[in-house]
């Protein structure tokens, strides 16, 4: 008997993660979880869900290093905590999105 995926699956990584389409807030095109799943925009064109894809595995690829964690009030960078309420999520400036930005 086969295994049949919920329609919200999009695809399994590597380890067995699954990649989840679902509605996300307005402005956020994808989403990793701290414990590696993915999770993109299900609005978004195919083309933008295959961008949204390459960026956050970038963020997952940080995670498993321990680069990058997370939580309500922080994001870890390197040991540095960065507070969410000062800063501006998905800022092409942050050290973090500059490396999903550029292998994205």
Same mark, same amino acid.
């Given at each position: +008997?086969?295994?049949? +995926?919920?329609?919200? $699956?999009?695809?399994?990584?590597?380890?067995?993660?699954?990649?989840?389409?679902?509605?996300?807030?307005?402005? $956020?095109?994808?989403?990793?979880?701290?414990?590696?799943?993915?999770? $993109?925009?299900?609005?978004?064109?195919?083309?933008?869900?295959?961008l949204?894809?390459?960026? &956050?595995? $970038?963020?997952?690829?940080?995670?498993?290093?321990?680069?990058?964690?997370y939580?309500?009030?922080?994001v870890?960078?390197?040991?540095?905590?960065?507070?969410?309420?000062? +800063?501006? &999520?998905?800022?092409?400036?942050?050290?973090?999105?500059?490396?999903?930005?550029?292998?994205?």
């Open positions: +008997m086969g295994y049949k +995926m919920k329609n919200n $699956v999009v695809d399994l990584l590597s380890d067995g993660k699954p990649i989840l389409k679902e509605s996300l807030e307005k402005g $956020v095109n994808g989403i990793t979880l701290n414990d590696g799943t993915i999770v $993109v925009d299900k609005n978004l064109s195919p083309i933008q869900q295959k949204a894809i390459s960026h &956050e595995k $970038v963020h997952r690829d940080q995670i498993i290093r321990g680069d990058l964690s939580d309500d009030e922080n870890y960078w390197k040991g540095k905590s960065y507070p969410r309420k000062k +800063m501006k &999520e998905g800022s092409k400036s942050l050290e973090w999105e500059k490396e999903a930005y550029k292998k994205q």
